[in-house]
């Protein structure tokens, strides 16, 4: 009988430690639970800012690619029309070509040298024009050149006067 006493108490201070292990594993369990839910809301703070943050900068991305799409499809637009007014222009150039080709071809032999005689008037008249701006080029650029040289001749005068008196001064010195 004492036996079973002794087994019962042992098996009762067993099942006492037992149960304050599990009291002291448990707390410390719920411990680091509550320290584990506290970095998670701490987490869940910082992510819900980040997000945040990065939904703003995703917003104004947004914005900045549509107002790209926006100057994007403008300037596509304003390059169609100039290909257009481009292709409109030499159209009109080679109908007119075509039409001068036609007009030389139905003259008459005295037409196109007079036709000829008229270009080569209109080659002389151009060189003509172009010469004569080289020559009022050139008329500006001497009459510039001649006030340079009317100063210079003045300063000369005024230098070689300054000199005189210079020596002038210098010869009282020697004697």
Do not use: C, P
């Not at 304050?20 to 369990?29: F, M």
């Not at 509550?34 to 997000?51: A, C, F, Q, Y």
């Not at 914005?63 to 390059?79: A, C, D, P, T, Y």
């Not at 209109?122 to 003509?128: G, M, V």
């Amino acid at each position: 009988m004492e036996q079973i006493i002794s087994a019962l108490v042992t098996g009762g201070a067993a099942i006492v430690g037992v149960l304050l292990v599990e009291l002291l594993t448990g707390s410390k369990i719920l411990k680091l639970l509550e320290k584990h839910d506290d970095k998670t809301d701490r987490s869940k703070e910082n992510l819900s800012k980040e997000n945040l943050e990065l939904s703003k900068e995703h917003e104004n991305l947004s914005r900045e690619h549509g107002s790209l799409s926006k100057e994007h499809v403008e300037l596509k637009i304003i390059q169609n029309n100039i290909k257009e007014k481009q292709a409109d222009i030499i159209s009109i150039l080679n109908q007119d070509k075509s039409e001068k080709n036609q007009a030389f071809e139905k003259m008459t032999d005295k037409q196109r040298e007079l036709n000829e005689n008229v270009s080569k008037l209109q080659l002389f008249i151009d060189d003509w024009q172009r010469q004569s701006l080289i020559i009022d080029r050139l008329e500006k650029s001497n009459e510039q050149i001649k006030e340079l040289n009317e100063e210079l001749r003045e300063e000369n005068i005024e230098l070689k006067e300054q000199l005189r008196k210079i020596r002038n001064k210098n010869r009282g010195y020697e004697r």
